[in-house]
């Protein structure tokens, strides 16, 4: 069982930077593959980030590559997601998931468990 809280989202100028955080709950957090994705309004949630329970390995979407980073604090149970050089098409809510898989890490039906999202608009 994992329960996630996202934050951090909010209303940055083109170019900016946010950090968002996700903190779970559950005592198998760090066996869980840790993933980002963003929804904007009328369009399909899209995968963003992922990363293994240990950290050692990590996925980005190409839109992001070299932009965002994903990290996790594990003795925190808290993941991040890095966001610099925003852009407008960046916009969206921002969601946080779990899953024990990471072989459907970049799947939306391959997680189990999701935050429930956070804001992010990026002004031109």
């Known amino acids: 069982q994992v329960q996630l809280v996202e934050s951090g989202g909010g209303l940055v100028q083109t170019g900016g930077s946010l950090r968002l955080s996700c903190a779970a709950s559950?005592?198998?957090?760090?066996?869980?593959?840790m993933g980002w994705f963003r929804q904007a309004p009328g369009k399909e949630r899209e995968f963003v980030a992922a990363i293994r329970w240990s950290g050692s390995s990590t996925y980005y979407t190409a839109s992001v590559q070299g932009r965002f980073t994903i990290s996790r604090a594990n003795d925190k149970n808290t993941v991040y997601l890095q966001m610099n050089s925003l852009k407008p098409e960046d916009t969206a809510v921002y969601y946080c998931?779990?899953?024990?898989?990471?072989?459907?890490?970049?799947?939306?039906?391959?997680?189990?468990?999701w935050g429930q999202g956070t804001q992010v608009t990026v002004s031109s």
């Open positions: 998931a779990a899953t024990p898989n990471w072989n459907t890490a970049t799947l939306v039906h391959g997680y189990d468990y």
């Open positions: 559950g005592r198998t957090f760090s066996s869980y593959t």
